[in-house]
């Protein structure tokens, strides 16, 4: 069964720095993608950040310039790495990841976590 596991959110200072790590295991396919969303109270989630199996990166204009996303292809974990925060930053941060399997492509979600940021 595939499994993502977010951790590494806390409440942070404005201006401040957060690593969010996604742990991928059970995985019976080849991941084509995987990627940080945010949801914050009462908006939609929106993409944060990806990274495909190629290793192309693309952000969200928001966080450009900010955000890295990063990967260990050994350890099956995408990291997140989160500079100069700002409190419209504040949401709970959830990874994703397609995994190409039998010509489908099946979409999987870890539980969150969540990254407060304080003005």
């Known amino acids: 069964q595939v499994q993502l596991v977010e951790s590494g959110g806390r409440l942070v200072q404005a201006g401040g720095s957060l690593r969010l790590s996604c742990a991928a295991s059970?995985?019976?396919?080849?991941?084509?993608?995987t990627g940080w969303y945010r949801q914050a109270p009462g908006k939609q989630r929106e993409l944060v950040a990806v990274?495909?199996?190629?290793?192309?990166?693309n952000y969200a204009d928001s966080v450009k310039g900010r955000f890295t996303i990063s990967r260990d292809i050994a350890k099956n974990t995408v990291y997140l790495q989160m500079n100069t925060l700002k409190p419209e930053d504040t949401a709970v941060y959830y990874c994703?990841?397609?995994?190409?399997?039998?010509?489908?492509?099946?979409?999987?979600w870890g539980q969150g976590t969540q990254v407060t940021v304080s003005s």
């Open positions: 994703n990841a397609e995994v190409r399997r039998y010509f489908h492509t099946y979409s999987y």
């Open positions: 059970g995985i019976n396919g080849d991941i084509k993608t």
């Open positions: 990274i495909t199996d190629g290793g192309t990166t």
